[in-house]
């Protein structure tokens, strides 16, 4: 690689030949943009209904607000800072009492925002048609719409890193070269403060701006080698112990090691490529090979942009990582969605620039069509299961009703300070929705709850627990419809007078004591 292609453009629009179905794709969705943004528009108001889509990260979320906002920490029941950084939890913190509404709104801020910045990068880098083509890819995605529906910080980062692309594309010799680097410290706080990984951006620039200078001052390979493993490294344990949130996750990463070994960071791998970028990308769950090969090809063409720009392929390269070793879910895959897309039409334009004929030019609108459709399937999917009533009835195909109907008992017919033994993954949003704090039977907060309300089924670990303790379920005091599954919720009081008892005579006992030996 030369120090010239470090700032080489991928093909601009007017390098096209006019006959071919790239340029008659880009001239198609320029001279009707305005439409197909407006299509774009109309499926995210659709998809807009203020209802919230719970999960475990997002409740969490939620909790972590209702802390701050109350308490002014974000604390655990032990006393210990919570990992997460605290940027979205403050956010939320100020958006109100119950933040779900407000904070839907602000994620439809943050499309919007995505978008115009998404645009505004690749029409500097790539000429006006490119750019409505990855928008208008982009803005139909069906997993970006989904998280829009959701209560995380995912979206809004992703503005932030788009921002960050379309500054650091800021034309050589433009003038004010100091404004770019204030622009990217700004969107690289604003990243900072709501994800860890943003520390993966800033690795990504300067691991290619060190790349880019070493290219054009033509430094020895070997010695720009060491530079680049010696930076890297200080700049981790720098970070390391300045972060906390990352800190965190690197002994998630060690324990998740630890425990599952090779094997687990293997599979970790093959479910990112194999689900977690063919979803992002095309909206889709596929089955394993074909989604394996659409991921490896994204994600490919993603890396292979460091030809036409470093920053681009490092960044892609650099974003993997933690999806990669930790966990795969589309919604990590959003922040770099753009430069796949990007090196895939790249990609699309070498190849019918390379075999020119009817082939490669079906080829294009049939990959385009394709991806376009698979999309709309699941915007479609969420459209009608956003709308639908009663809403957690059919979201999930009611994994989260049981939860819903068991908060509002407790939050009607419990006082505040009850607690409740459960078991189950929606612990976290039980807890968001009831107000009352949630626990494991191990844990020894049940032992100093005024009020102990138990959900079974329990797992063994809670049974054995209870039976330790000699804690008895009392009769059952509401049962909810079945989930998905075919559970239902049962809710209990625990009985806890064995347990009471015997601290009162030790308690009685101690008082004896202290008596005879004054």
């Given at each position: 690689?030369?120090a010239e ?10 390098a096209?030949?006019p ?13 009707w943009?305005?439409w197909l943004f ?14 919230w889509r719970p ?5 969490e979320?939620l ?7 109350t308490?002014g920490?974000?604390?655990t029941?032990g006393g ?6 605290p940027?979205y939890?403050?956010l939320l ?10 904070a ?5 801020a943050?499309?919007?925002a ?20 990855v928008t208008?890819l982009?803005g139909?995605?069906a ?6 529906a959701?209560v995380m910080?995912?979206l ?7 921002g ?5 594309s ?9 404004l770019k ?5 700004v969107?690289?706080l604003?990243?900072?403060?709501l994800?860890?990984?943003a520390?993966?951006v800033v690795?990504a620039?300067?691991a ?5 200078w070493?290219l054009?001052?033509?430094?020895p390979?070997?010695l720009s ?10 700049a981790a344990?720098?970070?390391f112990f300045?972060?906390?949130a990352?800190r965190s996750?690197?002994?998630?990463l ?9 094997s687990g ?6 479910e990112a490529?194999r689900a977690?970028?063919p979803e992002?990308?095309w909206g889709?769950d596929m089955?394993a ?5 659409l ?7 993603g890396v292979a942009?460091?030809?036409?720009r470093?920053?681009?392929g490092v960044?892609v390269?650099a ?7 930790f966990i795969a879910?589309?919604r990590y895959v959003i922040?770099?969605?753009?430069l796949l ?9 070498s ?6 004929g ?10 385009l069509?394709?991806?376009v459709?698979?999309?709309l399937?699941g915007?479609?999917h ?7 009533s009663?809403f ?5 195909d009611g994994?989260y009703?049981?939860?819903r109907?068991a908060?509002d008992?407790?939050r ?11 078991t ?7 807890t968001w929705?009831?107000?009352r ?6 844990n020894r907060a049940?032992?100093?709850a005024?009020?102990?309300?138990a959900v ?7 049974h054995?627990?209870?039976k330790?303790?000699?804690?008895q379920?009392g ?11 075919g559970?239902?919720?049962t809710?209990?009081e ?7 008892g015997?601290a009162q ?8 004591e202290?008596v005879?030996?004054p």
């Open positions: 690689m030369s292609s470090a700032t080489v453009q991928v093909p601009a629009d007017p096209l030949d006959a071919s179905a790239s340029a008659r794709t880009l001239a198609f969705v320029d001279r943009r305005w407006g299509v774009v528009v109309a499926l995210h108001v659709a998809a807009f209904t203020g209802r999960g475990y990260d997002s409740a979320f909790i972590l607000s209702r802390k701050l906002r308490h920490n974000m604390r029941l210990e800072a919570h990992g997460v950084l940027g939890p403050g913190s100020v958006l109100g009492e119950d933040p779900t509404g407000p839907l709104f602000v994620n439809a943050g499309v919007l995505w978008l115009f910045f998404i645009f505004a990068f690749v029409r500097r880098v790539c000429g006006r048609p490119t750019a409505v083509l208008l982009c139909v995605s997993r970006t719409m989904e998280a829009s959701d910080p995912g809004l980062f992703a503005t932030a890193v788009a960050v692309l379309w500054a650091e800021w034309p050589r010799g433009a003038g004010r070269m100091w680097w204030v622009v990217i410290g969107f690289v604003w990243a900072a403060s994800r860890s990984v520390v993966f690795g620039l300067v290619s701006a060190t790349m880019t070493v054009r001052h033509g430094v390979r070997r080698a060491w530079l680049l493993i010696v930076g890297a490294l200080g344990v720098a970070v300045v972060v906390p990352l996750d690197v002994f998630a060690l324990d998740k090691f630890r425990y599952t070994g090779v960071l293997a599979a970790s791998i093959w490529v977690a970028v992002a990308v889709l089955s090979y074909v989604g394996w090969a991921g490896l090809a994204a994600l490919g063409a942009l460091v030809r036409q470093v920053f681009w960044l390269l974003m993997a990582a933690p999806w990669l070793l879910s589309p922040p770099v969605l753009p897309w990007l090196g895939m039409w790249s990609g699309m334009v190849i019918e620039k390379r075999w020119p009817a082939g490669t030019g079906w080829a294009v609108f049939v990959a069509g394709l991806s459709a698979s999309n399937i915007v479609g969420l459209i009608l299961e956003q709308r639908a009663p957690y009835a059919a979201f999930r994994k009703a049981p939860a109907d908060a008992w407790l009607d017919n419990t006082p505040p300070g009850a607690r409740v033994v459960i189950q993954p929606e612990r976290t949003v039980l929705w009831s107000g704090v949630t626990l494991d039977a191990v049940a032992e100093r005024g009020m102990l309300f079974t089924p329990l797992d063994e670990d809670a054995r627990a209870l330790h303790r000699r804690w379920l009769v059952p005091l509401l049962v909810t419809p079945p989930d998905r599954e559970v239902a919720w809710l209990h625990v009985d806890r007078s064995a347990t009471l015997e005579e030790r308690e009685q006992e101690q008082d004896a202290r005879t030996n």
